[in-house]
């Protein structure tokens, strides 16, 4: 079963970025891989996904603020997150799915990773 290893969280001010990376430890060719995030109290929630080939979906309370990216030669993923606000906070998770709907759907077939998390003060 693939792995992946999330890094790149922190805390940050409102107004500002951060970028995420997400490493598998195989090439997903063919396969989507997704970020996730779970706030304190609240179920984990959809944030992004794209597929290998560059198919992209967004939760509509990102979009126009993160960016999904992937290096097809690191087997990463990226997620450029800017204007962050409070409600952003979260320790933030990636995994992967056979296809970018069953990512948004949360279908995923991968371990989760360990998260990392991002702070995001007002």
């Known amino acids: 079963q693939a792995r992946v290893v999330e890094s790149g969280g922190g805390l940050v001010q409102a107004g500002g970025s951060l970028r995420l990376s997400c490493a598998a430890s195989?090439?997903?060719?063919?396969?989507?891989m997704g970020w996730f995030r779970q706030a304190p109290g609240k179920e984990r929630e959809f944030v992004a996904t794209i597929s290998w080939y560059g198919r992209i979906l967004y939760a509509e309370a990102v979009e126009g603020r993160f960016t999904i990216a992937i290096d097809n030669t690191k087997n990463t993923v990226y997620l450029d997150m800017n204007t962050l606000q409070p409600e952003d906070t979260a320790v933030y998770y990636c995994?992967?799915?056979?296809?970018?709907?069953?990512?948004?759907?949360?279908?995923?077939?991968?371990?989760w990773g360990q998260g990392t998390q991002v702070t995001v003060s007002s």
């Open positions: 995994a992967l799915s056979r296809n970018t709907d069953a990512s948004r759907n949360g279908k995923i077939i991968s371990s």
């Open positions: 195989s090439a997903f060719s063919g396969y989507a």
